[in-house]
Each structure stands twice: as C-alpha cells, then as structure tokens.
C-alpha cells in the first residue's frame, strides 16, 4: 500500500550571540543602511562558545521537535541532518543520533547548501512513501560563520548560524501532506558559491599526491541573485501545475530565507500577495540549510498556519541546487 508522509513537529535552535549591522560596520567597511536596503537583514546568530558545533546546535532543534509530540527518541527510524558545515567531513548525524538517543535511528548527512532542507525532505518522503520507515527527523542545520571570510563584506554579512528540525510521519495515503516536489541542479555554474578545496602546490616528496584544505566561501553575489529570481518561480510554477493547482491556490510561500529582496522579486514575479510570504530574516540573515525549517517552526509557534493550508516551499544555491515542495498542512 502507498503510504502518505506528514510532518508532524517542528524545532529549532540559534546560538544566544546576536550580531547587529552596527556591530558588522565595525568589522568591514559596511553600514546598516546597505545591508539592510540591500538585503532586509537587521542581525544574525553567531555560534561562538568555544567546542560548539552544528550538532549542538542539530541537538536542541532535534529535541524540542520531539518534545514537543511527546515522541521517545527510540521511535525515529531515520535521521538525515542536512549540512555543509558538519564538524566532521565524515559526517555530524551519527553524532546528532546518539545524543538525542536516537537508538534505532539509521543517520546520515545530506550535503546541498542552501537546498538540502528541501532535498532532505524530499528523500525522508521517499522512504516514507514506500513504506520502509514510519518516523524521519530532517535537520537542517549550518554554521557557515566557520567557513566565512570575515574580511569579504560582500559574504559576511550574509549569512548567520542556526538549525530547525521536522519529524515526518507516515499516514494513510488520503491524509498526505506532501502533494508534490520538483528539483533540479546545474552544476554548470557551481563555482558561483562554493567552499573550494584548495591543492598545496607541493605533492608528496614520494606518492607524488596532492593534498589541501578548505577555502572561505565565495558567491558571485549578481548572479546568485539572478539565478534565484528566474529559476525559482519557474520550479514553484512547474510544481503546482503538475498537481492542477495555482498560485490562488497556495496560503503560504516559505522560500530559503536568502535576501528579503530576492524573496520580494519572486513574489512579484508570481503574482503572490507579500503576506503570504513567510520571512524572518531580518533576525537570523541567511542560515542555509536552516533557514526554512527555522521560518517553518516560528509560524508554526506562532499559530499562524490552519490545517488544510497549502505551503509552497522553495529551496535554492549552492550546487547550483533548486527545489520545490508543496504540502497540505
Ligand atoms: O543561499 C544563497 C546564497 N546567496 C545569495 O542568495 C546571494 C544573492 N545575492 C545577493 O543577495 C546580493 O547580490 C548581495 C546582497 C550579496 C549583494 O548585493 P548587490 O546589490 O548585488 O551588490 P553588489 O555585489 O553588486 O555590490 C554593489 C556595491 C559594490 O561597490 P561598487 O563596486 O559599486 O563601488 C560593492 O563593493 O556595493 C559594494 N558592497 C558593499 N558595500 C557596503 C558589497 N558588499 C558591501 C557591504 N557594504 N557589505
């Protein structure tokens, strides 16, 4: 039998340290007022206690979304913790499965950027559908203020430290939420935002192999913008016409909080009221992987979602990496 998939709770967390626009100025040539026009951003989160990483933060949003349904951690089947920042290339979810005591839980990592909260759902959904689990916990969770450069203002002021969870549930096939999805990649243009692995120069004096490390981020801000005003629509517009529904149809657009403007040129573009688009960024800037279970889980405490509401869901970046969802809440 097909099984429909449901999220069933939400969770997040943020580190305490807030950094305001002001502050920013007093690390690169920047002011409040263009990062503000420029972006909507007001302040981040920044993860600075010393030991601290993606997973204590994956952690706290993990718990509270089983606290909140009451739900024995022994029951999650799955974990799939999407990062790009994991404090372990060989993967943080295994780490986020044994603190939250996750003991039944099968965990891995599912590198996208920006779009691995969609990409991660979509693939929990997929488990679901087919019936091998019951109960996924999606994380989406990043530091990237370990992997930025703090002396590039076009990067750094962007970007903040955050983790939001999902438990997705299996139910009867009528009572599914997730209606439909769409992704899509173009590696074409992958350097536009990338952590590169830089060579050293010098090989091995006897294996004659290269070894490195990790660069900063770098974004090619202009056509990072450009790539996500044009394709987004066209990925949200495709998925809803493959399931006969309109933009009229759809209550809520939660796209990846990345600049409020490029949040705003896709409503428009849509024709979408802007009150049915979902944004705190002005609070958190652009936490990648996070900032969509983030948003999620904030309207959710806020009450602001109805059963039976439709909610558009929009990932993109890095990769590049693009991807819709539409659910019934
Ligand atoms: O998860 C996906 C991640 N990435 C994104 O979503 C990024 C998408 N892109 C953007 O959000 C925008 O391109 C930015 C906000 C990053 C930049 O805005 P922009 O309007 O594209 O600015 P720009 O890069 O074209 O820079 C305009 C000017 C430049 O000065 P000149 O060359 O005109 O003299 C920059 O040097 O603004 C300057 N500038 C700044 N000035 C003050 C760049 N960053 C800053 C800054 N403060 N922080």
């Known amino acids: 039998m097909v099984q429909g998939a449901k999220i069933i709770s939400t969770g997040s967390a943020t580190p305490s340290v807030k950094v305001s626009n002001e502050q920013m100025s007093s690390i690169v040539d920047t002011s409040d007022e263009w990062i503000f026009t420029r972006t909507g951003i007001k302040e981040r989160r920044l993860l600075t206690e010393y030991g601290q990483s993606v997973t204590d933060l994956a952690v706290q949003a993990s718990l509270q979304a089983m606290e909140s349904i009451s739900m024995d951690p022994s029951n999650i089947d799955l974990i799939i913790l999407a990062t790009s920042s994991p404090n372990d290339l060989f993967g943080s979810a295994s780490k986020v499965q044994y603190k939250i005591g996750a003991v039944n839980a099968c965990a891995f990592d599912l590198t996208a950027a920006c779009s691995g909260f969609v990409i991660s759902v979509v693939t929990a959904s997929q488990f679901i559908f087919n019936g091998t689990y019951k109960n996924i916990l999606v994380v989406g969770a990043d530091v990237l203020s370990k992997w930025v450069d703090w002396s590039d203002r076009g990067t750094c002021i962007l970007f903040g430290d955050a983790a939001g969870a999902v438990i997705i549930q299996s139910c009867s096939s009528n009572l599914n939420s997730i209606l439909n999805f769409h992704l899509s990649t173009d590696g074409n243009y992958a350097d536009y935002l990338s952590i590169a692995y830089k ?31 044009s394709q987004v629509p066209l990925s949200i517009i495709s998925c809803l016409d493959q399931i006969n529904m309109s933009i009229e149809d759809v209550d809520w657009l939660l796209m990846h909080q990345a600049n409020e403007r490029i949040l705003m040129a896709v409503a428009e573009k849509l024709s979408i009221s802007s009150n049915k688009i979902i944004s705190n960024l002005s609070k958190y800037g652009n936490t990648s992987a996070a900032s969509i279970p983030l948003a999620l889980n904030e309207v959710v405490q806020k009450n602001k979602i109805s059963t039976d509401d439709i909610i558009v869901i929009a990932g993109f970046g890095a990769g590049l990496t693009w991807g819709t969802i539409v659910l019934r809440w």
């Not at 290269?210 to 090619?220: A, C, K, R, V």
């Open 199 to 229: 060579q050293q120069l010098d090989p091995h004096p006897i294996l004659n192999l290269y070894q490195g490390s990790f660069q900063h981020i770098s974004m090619n801000g202009k056509e990072v913008y450009k790539f996500a005003v």
